[in-house]
């Protein structure tokens, strides 16, 4: 049985650790459960491992917005105390406040 606990929360604000992006948190896997070829298609030395949580983020940077597939490993908390400008945040979350966004969706 796969015992793992995420760092991070769903609506948590957070940062790449190389690369320069942030966003927030709207979805976790426990483990990898993305292609096997993007995992290839990361160069070898600087691959996740596999077996850790894997978050799924409303992303921008300072050109555009995304969805990113992050290892926990490359994640860090963002400290800006700033929200994420993606477009698709409001679909899926509340006011940004206290450094986070709640959860706000309608169950049809």
């Keep these: 049985m796969l015992k793992t606990h995420a760092k991070y929360n769903l609506g948590q604000v ?6 320069p992006f942030r966003g927030v948190v709207f979805d976790i896997d426990a483990q990898f459960a993305n292609t096997e ?23 921008e940077n ?9 290892s926990e490993q490359n994640l860090v908390p ?5 929200p994420v400008d993606h477009p698709d945040v409001g679909d899926l979350f509340g006011e940004f ?12």
């Excluded at 300072?62 to 992050?70: C, G, I, K, L």
């Design 37 to 59: 070829e993007w995992y290839d298609a990361i160069p070898e030395e600087a691959r996740p491992r596999k077996a850790q949580p894997f978050y799924h983020l409303l992303a």
């Design 97 to 108: 406040r206290d450094g986070r966004y709640p959860l706000e969706y309608q169950l049809n």
């Design 78 to 82: 963002d400290e800006t105390g700033e």
């Design 14 to 19: 957070v940062r790449h650790r190389k690369h």
């Design 62 to 70: 300072d050109h555009t917005y995304y969805v990113a597939y992050v």
